[in-house]
């Protein structure tokens, strides 16, 4: 079974209007952490957010927060007032285990490509 | 800040020919290092990892190598590519848990 499961391969959303993008996570674990990464089309991967197993709140940065379900294991980002600059790949990726631990690698999803519209 | 350089950017390779990408890191000491592999349309997939000079774990067999002459240097090597290694190289670091990109080397073997 696939740990990492992003269902939404390509997505348009209206500039200026919120957007959530989907991901479900598989892990017998009790430790884990999930994270969001941007690929624009130049394909440096961009850091976005993080979510500790443990975390009692979801996670924000700026226009990012991530709407964290554990008993449903799904881990969705959303993203408020879509700008342009925000259409690229999109991927969800989750690591096993505890925290900094070198050999715990990060598993990702498919990926989901958001298209912002003008 | 620390920062993460990778090249070359782009490559364009024979089938049978060596290979060899460099990742470095600045501003840290003694970073975990690691080599992904992108697929053309797909996901992240984890080859190599180091937690200091000297020491490779591999993830996944193939005729791909790494190496880590440096501290915050790591290499990825082939003696001779296959078709099926072209893809985006990705080389990361990870800090409190969280491992940051470089900007990537495009390989295509023809």
């Known amino acids: 079974a696939q740990k990492i499961t992003q269902t939404q391969p390509g997505m348009f959303v209206q500039e200026k209007e919120a957007v959530t993008l989907d991901c479900t996570y598989d892990?017998?674990?009790?430790?884990?952490?999930l994270f969001w990464y941007k690929q624009p089309s130049s394909g440096e991967m961009i850091f976005l957010i993080y979510?500790?197993?443990?975390?009692?709140q979801n996670a924000t940065e700026g226009r990012y927060s991530l709407n964290f379900q554990k008993a449903r294991k799904s881990a969705n980002l959303v993203i408020s007032a879509s700008q342009l600059g925000d259409s690229a790949m999109y991927f969800c990726?989750?690591?096993?285990?505890?925290?900094?631990?070198?050999?715990?690698?990060?598993?990702f999803g498919g990926g989901t490509r958001l298209m912002v519209k003008p | 800040s620390q920062t993460i350089h990778q090249w070359p950017a782009t490559l364009v390779q024979p089938v049978g020919s060596p290979l060899s990408l460099e990742c470095t890191v600045e501003?840290?000491?003694?970073?975990?290092l690691y080599w992904y592999r992108q697929a053309a349309g797909r996901g992240l997939q984890l080859l190599f990892y180091?937690?200091?000079?000297?020491?490779i774990s591999s993830e996944v067999p193939q005729n791909l190598s790494a190496s880590r002459p440096q501290d915050r240097q790591f290499i990825l090597s082939s003696k001779k590519l296959l078709l099926s290694d072209s893809g985006f190289y990705l080389c990361?670091?990870?800090?409190?848990?969280?491992?940051?990109f470089g900007p990537g080397t495009r390989l295509t073997v023809l």
């Open positions: 979510q500790g197993s443990y975390d009692q």
């Open positions: 990361a670091w990870q800090n409190r848990g969280t491992q940051y």
């Open positions: 990726a989750m690591r096993e285990g505890p925290f900094n631990n070198a050999g715990n690698m990060l598993t």
């Open positions: 180091s937690v200091g000079i000297g020491q």
């Open positions: 501003g840290t000491s003694n970073p975990n």
């Open positions: 892990t017998s674990d009790p430790s884990y952490g």
